[in-house]
Structure formats: C-alpha cells, structure tokens
C-alpha cells in the first residue's frame, strides 16, 4: 500500500500550522496596538499629574481660611503650616511621625502634620490649635488643660488637644480606656500624661476614680 502523499494539498486549504501563525500574529498586533494606546493614554494622564519640582501652586483650607501658596510638592503640610501660613501651633519635634506633637485635624480626623505633604491636603478641611480659641476665650479642652496641670513645657500639647478635641467630636462620653487609645499617638516628655488624660474626661464630664497604691520597700524585701 502506497503511503498517502500528504504534502500535496487542495487549493486554497490552511495547514494548522499556518492557521496558528496568522492567528497568533494577529492577536500580538491587535495586542500591541492596544498596549500603545494604552501606553498613550497612562503618558497623557501622567502629563497631567506630574508637578514641579520647582514651586507649583496649590490652595490650602485651615481653619476655614482659604489660602494661595506656590509651594514645591515636597513640602510637607506642616512647614507650610509653620514656614509659609504662620501658624506655629503645631510643633515640629521629631519629624518622623512618632510622637504627635505636629497633629492636625484633616476633615475631622487627626493626623500628623509632618507626614502629609501639603499639596495633597488642597480640597480638605485642616483645622489646627489655633482655631480651637474663640479670641481670648479659650475652648473647654484647653481650660481643663490648665486647670489639671496637663502641660509642661508645651510641646506636645498643641498635639493632645487635637487629638483630645477629635475623640470629643466624635465620641462625647468617652472612657479612660477611649482617651488612651485616641491619644496613643502622642508622647509627653515630661510625663503628663495622668494628669493629660483626667483633663480630657474632666471636659467630657466623666469622673474618673484614682486609686493610689503606697508599697513600701519592706513589702517588697
């Protein structure tokens, strides 16, 4: 039996083999058409995206205030809170978002100052100590503050009224434990923190019970 002459093909018949390679350059170029335009579309966007890194415009809202700065896009919200608008309040002490004296409330929420760049809070509400004052008559956080010997040297309280003033809004009879996890974010140096935390529940008019321990060195031999 002659072996079948498989080499000879109708005319106008498709080998497999030739079936693949047209479909498979067809799908590369109809993939590779897709991906420039693509790739045309992410260039214009990023275009438009891309700003500085010299000085570009941008408008901040604090404390109700609208402001009009040409700022570079690596400043943080807190130099231009301090360099450029003035408003000392929040306080630049470790600068690297650790211990909370730089908060700010960004749309109600606190947040550290040091590490938000500015350009990125245009279009939010940022509410800093200053705007907690109404003239000379201070707000009931920062008159428990002085009341209950909750500062020191000042530093961090700027931060811890934030803070504090954050949970109130949010939460009007907060506990002991509430106040200490909203103010976990914030260090005192000097060790208020006692006294920070009965100023909080003292403005929320929650009474807070002490109890004192005496050990004496006796007890402990």
Do not use: W
């Not at 009224?161 to 103010?183: E, G, Y």
Request: with cysteine; proline share 5%.
């Amino acid at each position: 039996m002659n072996k079948p002459d498989c080499s000879s093909k109708p005319s106008g018949s498709v080998s497999r083999r030739n079936f693949l390679k047209t479909i498979g350059t067809t799908a590369v170029a109809g993939a590779a058409a897709q991906a420039e335009s693509i790739a045309a579309e992410l260039q214009k966007v990023d275009a438009e995206k891309i700003q500085g890194p010299g000085p570009v415009p941008i408008t901040l809202t604090v404390n109700g205030k609208k402001h009009d700065l040409e700022l570079e896009p690596r400043v943080t919200l807190l130099d231009a809170l301090r360099n450029f608008l003035n408003s000392t309040g929040a306080k630049e002490v470790c600068d690297r978002g650790t211990c909370g004296a730089c908060t700010v409330l960004i749309d109600g929420k606190p947040v550290y100052a040091c590490m938000q760049l500015a350009i990125e809070s245009q279009g939010c509400s940022i509410t800093t100590v200053e705007a907690l004052a109404q003239g000379n008559r201070l707000s009931k956080i920062q008159q428990a503050f002085i009341e209950e010997d909750a500062l020191m040297c000042g530093y961090c309280t700027p931060g811890f009224l934030m803070s504090a003033t954050a949970l109130l809004q949010r939460q009007p009879k907060p506990t002991a434990d509430d106040v200490r996890h909203a103010c976990a974010g914030n260090v005192c140096r000097c060790g208020t923190h006692p006294r920070v935390l009965k100023a909080i529940l003292k403005t929320a008019g929650v009474e807070i019970t002490q109890k004192t321990e005496v050990i004496r060195y006796a007890d402990l031999a």
